[in-house]
Nanobody, 122 residues
Framework: QVQLVESGGGLVQAGGSLRLSCAAS????????MGWFRQAPGKEREFVAH????????NYENSVKGRFIISRDNAKNTVYLQMNSLKPEDTAVYYC???????????????WGQGTQVTVSS
């Protein structure tokens, strides 16, 4: 069992930056692939980024490539999402996710955080 708690959301102007954190409790954090998803009002939840449990390889949803960076610190049981050059369309609730298998846009995840709100004003 893994518990995930996100933090770092807030209100930022377009072009600004935010860093989201997700602290995991439970066993063997390094055994889990980690990811971020988001859900905007009236839309389905969508994949944002994934980082592998093994070699730290990453992949991103196309609209955030070059602007967002996912990273993990296994010593701190924490995964991060650095978000730069934010746009109003990035406004959403952002969810941290963990899975024993790789996280893809269609796979979902085994464990979810409660979400943190990110609002980007124009």
């Amino acid at each position: 069992q893994v518990q995930l708690v996100e933090s770092g959301g807030g209100l930022v102007q377009a072009g600004g930056s935010l860093r989201l954190s997700c602290a995991a409790s439970g066993r063997a954090f390094s055994s889990y692939a980690m990811g971020w998803f988001r859900q905007a009002p009236g839309k389905e939840r969508e994949f944002v980024a994934h980082i592998s449990r093994s070699d730290g390889s990453t992949n991103y949803e196309n609209s955030v490539k070059g602007r967002f960076i996912i990273s993990r610190d296994n010593a701190k049981n924490t995964v991060y999402l650095q978000m730069n050059s934010l746009k109003p369309e990035d406004t959403a609730v952002y969810y941290c996710a963990a899975s024993i298998v790789a996280i893809t846009p269609t796979s979902g995840a085994q464990y979810w955080g409660q979400g943190t709100q990110v609002t980007v004003s124009s």
